[in-house]
């Protein structure tokens, strides 16, 4: 059974740091791309990071509301994928989901972690 | 950006009732090479994250049932529900996935009238 569980959010001031992780099972990590895709209370959802697998360069991409300040990374020995989120602003107060997408084609989520809530506020 | 545009925002409609929701992208999602187009919708139920019920337009997602479909090419798309069952209220989310960044639309809130 796929499962991919967050962990690392909660309350920051703005300005600090916090880094998420997303612990992943049930599948092979390392074939799969991975993706962050969060919720502000009550809103809709916003895909802010993605990373390739290394057999696809590894590379990343971001959205332009965190380009520069949020940093995705993988380590596929430990099944592990992160979110380094610096300069953290009070709109990004969200659940952040991290999430898989289908061997099928890019950026299609065909798993979603339960989340994780990060509060940015002083 | 791919901007997403959904209608309704909101949905009432009867048990047994068809369903349907509309998304417009502001330019087309289809890739004419592979007469493909990149898009998706989802359903999310109160404190779930979302669920993958259709992609590439129009293909369902393993286990997902059939009353779900959907339909349309371009910049133009359909989610139908054939006939509404309790266990369908929930928010629906289209999302473009021809270019980053990916984006969704607002949102669908479906209900039992």
């Known amino acids: 059974e796929v499962q991919l569980v967050e962990s690392g959010g909660g309350l920051v001031q703005p300005g600090r740091s916090l880094r998420l992780s997303c612990t992943a099972s049930?599948?092979?990590?390392?074939?799969?791309?991975m993706s962050w895709v969060r919720q502000a209370p009550g809103k809709g959802l916003e895909w802010i990071s993605f990373?390739?697998?290394?057999?696809?360069?590894?590379?990343?991409e971001y959205a332009a509301s965190v380009k520069g300040r949020f940093r995705i990374s993988r380590d596929d020995s430990n099944s592990i994928a992160y979110l380094h989120m610096n300069s953290l602003k009070t709109d990004d107060t969200a659940v952040y989901y991290c999430?898989?997408?289908?061997?099928?084609?890019?950026?299609?989520?065909?798993?979603w972690g339960q989340g994780t809530l990060v509060t940015v506020s002083s | 950006d791919i901007v997403m545009t959904q209608s309704p925002d909101s949905l009432a409609v009867s048990l047994g009732e068809r369903a349907t929701i509309n998304c417009k992208s502001s330019?087309?999602?289809?890739?004419?090479?592979?007469?493909?187009?990149?898009f998706a919708w989802y359903q999310q139920k109160p404190g779930q994250p979302p669920k993958l019920l259709i992609y590439?337009?129009?293909t369902r997602e393993s286990g997902v049932p059939d009353r779900f479909s959907g339909s349309g090419s371009g910049t133009d798309f359909t989610l139908t529900i054939s006939s509404l069952q309790a266990e369908d209220v929930a928010v629906y989310f289209c999302?473009?996935?021809?270019?980053?960044?990916?984006?969704f639309g607002q949102g669908t809130r479906l209900e039992i009238k």
């Open positions: 999430t898989r997408d289908a061997s099928y084609g890019d950026f299609i989520i065909d798993y």
């Open positions: 049930g599948f092979t990590f390392g074939d799969y791309s």
């Open positions: 990373i390739r697998s290394k057999a696809y360069g590894g590379t990343a």
């Open positions: 330019q087309s999602v289809l890739y004419s090479a592979l007469n493909k187009n990149y």
């Open positions: 590439w337009a129009s």
């Open positions: 999302q473009q996935y021809y270019n980053t960044p990916i984006t």
